[in-house]
């Protein structure tokens, strides 16, 4: 292991600028180098073969009906079409052929509950439940082309409806079951789905938790394209049933029968939508199309990962609602046989050992995570973690937001007693698959930094006029070929997708995030430059938190800014005017606020869910705005973060920012 030659730095404010000067480097070891699945030609080969480097990938990792003609036909840019004239089957490729090629004993999913009951799911177990859901998905009028919804907890199911729909042609939008029946409201009105799978419920903390009654919440007026309801039951709590309506998994997916041939979807049909916050207060439906996204996952899960189908067990801590659940547990992992461990509950449930529990008893050999949990399980102690074996680990990975130097240190030490990878892998909803990380046994890792595009993939840093950024500076993440697993758009919104994506730098990829370059030419993230918030590894939209504070009828105007936390990485802070009489009261000296901020905190988490919930919700008299009325939320954050606040001039009103310190100090 290489020698600690740095102080540990935080990756925030002012100390971001020594992150250029991060002198801490971990090169894999020699036996991990020699047997890696990604060798150092791996970045040259890309190179010189310039987009064919992806045909090869696509005809190594997927077994195709019908071979494609054409790599890339991107002539209607930025629309871009992958491997066209190919026909393939995600499910026939993330199951039947390694039920074909004799792989149907290995385990397919290791399901451990919150309450602690299993379910060992093998390769054949799983196609069979995956032809049985497809077959009741069309007896339920499901076709190829068709949107399904799916609104599960972290359960098997999950996978089987994803995989069922994937295999008809179906089009599926998971909704994080997190969400309120409002955001499923929406984004089941946004894609016309005619399917909704939920469950009963699920576990959180030690006690069922409901999920069938926001459903029933979200179709209450009858009016919506939704023709039946497939319930899942998981915790046995009472449900209200609508006849005709609704129906259970287990009278009509369980009694379907096993028999279904899979047939090639064309290489761009549908795979599905994922809906993700954008700056405006609608959420996007992030459309995913089948070739492209499916060699690219593939891809990446094998070469990131290191993976060796055969001996790893592989655990993806996210949530199923999330794209790293969509491309990291179901699609990457499955389509390359690899054994993967599905958790439904909290990493506190029963006590805050139980992932390291999990690890053990399973033999995770690679671990996927957020940094949001590695903080949090940092800040309960080395003690726990050190009461498990963990020696089964050999590579570590993080995902949905920057780690910070000492949680990438903690992650390696603690829990890789120092000797495994770390690899940080940046990546979007939109991208689709991992576009930024080091190569396990390649890169000399360096504490904070996803450092190097990956072979075949063209990242860039650029000023504001999209040049590219010598060494030693700070830019914005821009992309500059098209890539298999891109989007291919905003559902039902081309013009938006042009407008976000590709108007900011010609010919470019906006991403949307700040970046640097380090001497050694290394990336390093440095979060978001536009009004998209990520708290936990979620991304959250401040004018959608905005919108839902002001349906509330006490509100005339809010602001919400992403404030540095701790913990969570940006926790929401929302500044809000109220409205009518009461108004004045609640600005008034020694005003008692804590019931409205209350009451407005639970709205958000009706509206949206409660990970939208405000940390701190501030009641005041005025916003600053400048003189063409944009609120300037970069003040609110300095009062958030309770810095100084900056430069004031732009405003219409300077004074506005002095009875907003003044009032909140009161
Ligand atoms: C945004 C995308 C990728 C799946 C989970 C989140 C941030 C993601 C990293 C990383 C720094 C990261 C970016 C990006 N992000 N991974 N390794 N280092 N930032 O997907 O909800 O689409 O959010 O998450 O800001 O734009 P998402």
């Not at 494609?68 to 190919?86: H, I, M, N, R």
């Not at 190097?452 to 950024?469: F, K, T, Y």
């Not at 042009?498 to 640097?516: L, N």
């Amino acid at each position: 292991m290489a020698e600690e030659k740095s102080a540990p730095q935080q990756a925030d404010g002012e100390a971001l600028e020594n992150l250029l000067h991060e002198g801490r480097q971990f090169p894999p070891s020699d036996q991990f180098a020699a047997n890696a699945v990604a060798k150092p030609s791996l970045y040259a080969e890309a190179e010189s073969a310039g987009t064919e480097f992806w045909a090869r990938q696509a005809r190594e990792m997927l077994t195709w009906e019908k071979d494609f003609e054409q790599t890339l036909d991107w002539s209607e840019a930025p629309f871009a079409k992958w491997f066209v004239g190919g026909k393939v089957n995600a499910a026939y490729n993330a199951l039947d052929r390694h039920v074909e090629a004799g792989n149907g004993d290995r385990v397919a999913i290791n399901f451990e509950g919150e309450p602690g009951d299993v379910r060992q799911i093998t390769y054949a177990e799983l196609t069979d439940l995956v032809k049985q859901a497809a077959n009741a998905f069309e007896s339920l009028g499901v076709g190829k082309g068709d949107r399904v919804a799916i609104y599960l907890p972290m359960i098997p199911e999950a996978v089987v409806s994803m995989l069922a729909c994937a295999r008809i042609g179906a089009v599926h939008s998971v909704v994080f079951g997190g969400f309120s029946s409002d955001a499923l409201r929406n984004r089941i009105d946004d894609a016309e789905a005619k399917l909704v799978v939920t469950a009963d419920g699920t576990y959180r903390r030690g006690n069922p938790s409901s999920l069938k009654p926001a459903v029933d919440e979200a179709l209450s007026d009858g009016k919506s394209t939704i023709e039946h309801v497939l319930v899942v039951q998981r915790n046995e709590e009472p449900v209200d049933w609508t006849e005709g309506r609704d129906l259970w998994w287990h009278d009509t997916v369980a009694k379907a029968g096993k028999d279904h041939t899979a047939v090639g979807h064309d290489s761009e049909h549908p795979l599905y939508i994922l809906y993700t916050s954008g700056t405006t207060g609608k959420p996007k439906g992030i459309l995913h199309t089948t070739g492209g996204y499916l060699t690219q996952t593939a891809f990446t899960h094998k070469t990131v990962f290191d993976l060796k189908p055969e001996q790893d067990v592989y655990w993806c801590a996210a949530d199923i609602g999330w794209v790293t659940g969509h491309s990291y547990i179901t699609y990457g992992p499955l389509l390359n046989g690899a054994s993967v461990v599905m958790y439904e509950g909290t990493p506190d449930t029963p006590h805050r050992g139980r992932w390291w529990e999990i690890v053990e008893k399973y033999k995770v050999s690679i671990l996927y995570a957020a940094p949001t949990a590695i903080r949090t399980m940092m800040k309960w102690g080395d003690d726990i973690p050190a009461k498990y074996d963990l020696s089964s680990l050999r590579v570590l990975g993080s995902v949905g937001e920057p780690i910070n130097p000492e949680a990438w240190m903690w992650y390696r030490k603690v829990i890789g007693s120092g000797r495994t990878p770390v690899v940080d892998t940046w990546w979007q909803t939109e991208t689709g698959a991992i576009m930024i990380s080091p190569l396990p046994g390649v890169t000399e890792a360096k504490p904070g930094a996803a450092q190097a595009a990956l072979p075949g993939i063209n990242a860039d840093v650029v000023d504001e006029s999209g040049q590219s950024v010598p060494n030693g500076s700070g830019g914005y993440l821009v992309i500059r070929e098209p890539w298999p697993a891109m989007l291919r758009g905003i559902w039902g919104d081309p013009q938006r997708y042009k407008d976000t994506y590709w108007s900011r730098f010609e010919g470019m990829y906006f991403a949307g995030d700040g970046a640097k370059r380090d001497e050694d030419g290394d990336i390093w993230l440095l979060g978001r430059v536009d009004d998209v918030m990520n708290i936990s590894g979620h991304r959250l939209s401040t004018t959608e938190i905005e919108s839902a504070l002001v349906s509330h009828a006490a509100v005339a105007e809010s602001a919400v800014v992403g404030a540095n936390d701790e913990t969570t990485g940006q926790a929401v802070v929302a500044f809000v005017i109220l409205r009518g009489e009461d108004a004045k009261k609640f600005t008034a000296e020694g005003a008692d606020t804590s019931e409205i901020v209350a009451d407005l905190r639970n709205h958000v988490g009706r509206e949206i869910g409660p990970i939208a919930k405000p940390r701190q919700v501030l009641i005041v008299s005025e916003l600053p705005k400048t003189r063409s009325g944009k609120i300037m939320r970069r003040l609110l954050k300095d009062v958030a973060e309770n810095r100084e606040v900056g430069d004031v001039s732009t405003l219409a009103d300077t004074s506005v920012m002095n009875q907003i310190t003044e009032g909140l100090k009161k």
